[in-house]
């Protein structure tokens, strides 16, 4: 069974730039989330999706948005990236029924670095 | 703001000695407690999760559930080199996606 599938793995950006990053969740899973990890903040909920709808929104401004496709794929978008964007941006799908524990299972990320 | 708090370590234990690691948490509506293991460059995996005061157990690992002191640990017994990672402790008030990190423990197990 395939994992959750993220890319880019790697990319770099300059200040000022918008990028876009894509989330394949496990085959049958219908939640994804995203999240930030940094060395200083730790791992930081941004955004959960669910059939396509925003269920769940972090502490993070409005430069950061996602979206969910039919197929559960999600992208999320970062615009007007800042030097402080550059993180490891972690995807996790879930199956989402009632009564599951919401066992998370990450990708293995994207790390964005911004100059 | 919701926090979660653990001792960042780095915690060394040698091998075959039980490894504690500690968890408080700031919200008393919490109601999903996870532990996961990252080991370095890798990402995030569950080992365990409880919802009810008390211990559970599974296999080497135990965890435990305080809510009346906000306490959450996690032990594992008979540690092995391959246990060491850095131990995320995360809580849920709501939906069990949207998880609140901790910073981590670093445990390094000795051969």
């Known amino acids: 069974k395939a994992g959750v599938t993220q890319t880019p793995r790697y990319l770099i950006k300059t200040r000022g730039q918008q990028v876009t990053l894509s989330c394949s969740p496990i085959?049958?899973?219908?939640?994804v989330s995203w999240y930030q990890q940094t060395p200083g903040q730790g791992l930081q909920f941004l955004f959960e999706?669910?059939?396509?709808?925003?269920?769940n929104k972090g502490n993070f401004p409005g430069r950061f948005s996602g979206r969910q496709f039919s197929n559960s794929r999600s992208e999320m978008n970062v615009s007007t990236l800042e030097l402080g964007d550059s993180a490891l941006y972690l995807c996790?799908?879930?199956?989402?029924?009632?009564?599951?524990?919401?066992?998370?299972?990450f990708g293995e990320g994207s790390r964005l670095t911004v100059l | 703001q919701k926090e979660v708090e653990q001792n960042s370590g780095p915690l060394s234990v040698p091998e075959g000695a039980i490894a504690s690691l500690n968890c408080t948490y700031s919200?008393?509506?919490?109601?999903?407690f996870f532990w996961y293991r990252q080991y370095s460059g890798k990402s995030p995996e569950l080992i365990m999760f409880?919802?009810?005061?008390g211990d559970k157990e599974d296999g080497r690992f135990t965890a435990q559930l305080n809510k009346a002191s906000q306490y959450v640990s996690l032990l594992i017994r008979d540690s092995q080199p391959s246990d060491s990672a850095t131990y995320l402790c995360?809580?849920?008030?709501?939906?069990?996606?949207?998880?609140?990190f901790g910073s981590g423990t670093q445990l390094t197990v000795l051969p």
């Open positions: 996790a799908s879930s199956l989402a029924r009632t009564g599951n524990t919401g066992e998370l299972f």
């Open positions: 085959s049958g899973h219908r939640s």
């Open positions: 999706y669910f059939s396509e709808t925003q269920r």
């Open positions: 919200d008393r509506g919490s109601q999903s």
């Open positions: 409880i919802y009810s005061n």
């Open positions: 995360a809580v849920s008030s709501g939906s069990a996606r949207q998880l609140t």
